[in-house]
């Protein structure tokens, strides 16, 4: 069957950059970028999109060690059995990786991976699978990472703290790594809200939410009874503006009760959709796994998607999906160099990877490298080797660092684990 015959009996989207299918020896180095699109629910059209455009880049300097750079893609829409269908396309298309991508299911998408040996580098790290399963390299913390520094941070200036949250297989990861920061910052645990991931208006969890981060006090006083203000934690994907229609409108009867929450959830485009500095994020904490947007490191990222994919309105350098899938082929990019012209295949990749080689990213993380023992793997996360996180605070309506340099969360991590 062909790969458009195979795409249309999958129902996924599927491209690829012009170019052979071989993997591996002298030929083209084929590997495969995957993200929902187009469904109603969390979606990640950028990813996709900025491989193919880091394609176009790498390929007109030369192809990674003289060989060409085929970008294959598939549209996992949000769905359990097509991302288990993208992962058996990558497999039947013996793509040497999976790289920068995004699916929720990773229970579902890992296992034919790990069947057909094929490497998962760099993925959004939306569930607990990409930091435990061997055939997984992540390049960021996750939303584990994210949340738990994130409590951390809320736990010294709030006072009640609501988690809004997606009843969904990933949502229900999300609590005790948020708890996770709030006690180690004496805190009580957050106030745990359910909410449809694709729901198109929030207005009775948004209330719910505003009555409870105040304890249960008369509407218009907000303050809590020590005198630090309640705070909702929307955790919700691209759904997070959605919430915020619903809370915006209530929140004015309870002014001191403030957002916080993690990127991914929200970036500058977010932030100005919601009013910039009269808007309802102004003075939010936010957690990211990367220098903010605005950092010269980005640079690089920034001219490729300039030169090579400028018009497309898919691609936002400020989205935490096309930051990781920028990082997850430079990674890609270093693991060839160091085969030095051998062959380049699922195995030769894992093999490099697995034999500690060490990556770095232009500052963008710490210099990544992964082994089976490795002492950065905090407990439960064996995968898991960058648990630093950057805080950022929206400041006249931007969003700018908070303090300098990364925090890390291994010890946060360990602790809900236990």
Excluded at 131 to 152: E, I, R
Excluded at 240 to 262: G, I, L, Q, W
Aim: charged share 20%.
């Amino acid at each position: 069957m062909s790969a458009l015959a195979l795409c249309a009996a999958l129902t996924a989207g599927c491209g690829a950059i012009p170019g052979s299918s071989d993997g591996s020896g002298s030929g083209d180095i084929t590997v495969m970028t995957w993200a929902p699109e187009d469904t109603d629910a969390t979606n990640k059209p950028g990813m996709p999109a900025m491989a193919q455009a880091y394609a176009r880049w790498i390929n007109a300097q030369g192809g990674l060690n003289g060989r060409k750079l085929k970008v294959l893609t598939c549209n996992d829409r949000n769905d359990r059995v097509t991302a288990a269908k993208c992962a058996r396309r990558a497999a039947d298309e013996d793509v040497v990786a999976v790289v920068g991508s995004y699916s929720q299911f990773g229970d579902d998408f890992l296992g034919p991976l790990a069947s057909a040996g094929i490497p998962y580098i760099g993925g959004y790290g939306v569930t607990n699978d990409e930091f435990t399963n061997p055939m997984s390299y992540p390049v960021n913390g996750g939303s584990p990472a994210l949340l738990a520094g994130l409590g951390q941070e809320l736990a010294a200036v709030c006072g009640p703290v609501a988690l809004i949250r997606p009843d969904s297989i990933a949502g229900d990861q999300l609590p005790e790594l948020l708890d996770a920061g709030l006690k180690a910052g004496g805190h009580a645990p957050a106030l745990d809200q359910l909410a449809a991931e694709d729901a198109t208006e929030y207005s009775a969890q948004a209330k719910l939410a505003l009555e409870r981060t105040t304890d249960g006090e008369d509407e218009g006083e907000g303050e809590t009874t020590d005198g630090k203000k309640g705070c909702v934690v929307p955790a919700l994907g691209d759904r997070v503006n959605t919430f915020m229609d619903s809370f915006r409108r209530d929140r004015e009867n309870y002014p001191a009760v403030s957002t916080a929450t993690v990127l991914g959830s929200v970036d500058q485009t977010v932030i100005n959709a919601n009013g910039g500095k009269s808007g309802a994020y102004e003075g939010s904490y936010i957690t990211g796994w990367y220098p903010v947007a605005s950092d010269a490191r980005w640079a690089q990222m920034k001219k490729v998607i300039s030169e090579e994919a400028f018009g497309d309105n898919r691609i936002d350098p400020q989205d935490a999906g096309v930051q990781t899938t920028w990082i997850a082929y430079t990674v890609l990019k270093a693991v060839v160099e160091s085969l030095d012209g051998r062959e380049v295949s699922s195995t030769t990749v894992r093999r490099a990877l697995d034999d500690g080689l060490e990556i770095t990213t232009g500052g963008l993380t710490p210099t990544l490298r992964w082994r089976f023992q490795d002492p950065l793997a905090v407990v439960g996360f064996q995968r898991l080797v960058n648990a630093r996180v950057i805080l950022q605070i929206v400041r006249d309506g931007r969003l700018v660092a908070a303090r300098d340099g990364f925090v890390n969360t291994s010890k946060l991590l360990e602790s809900a684990r236990d």
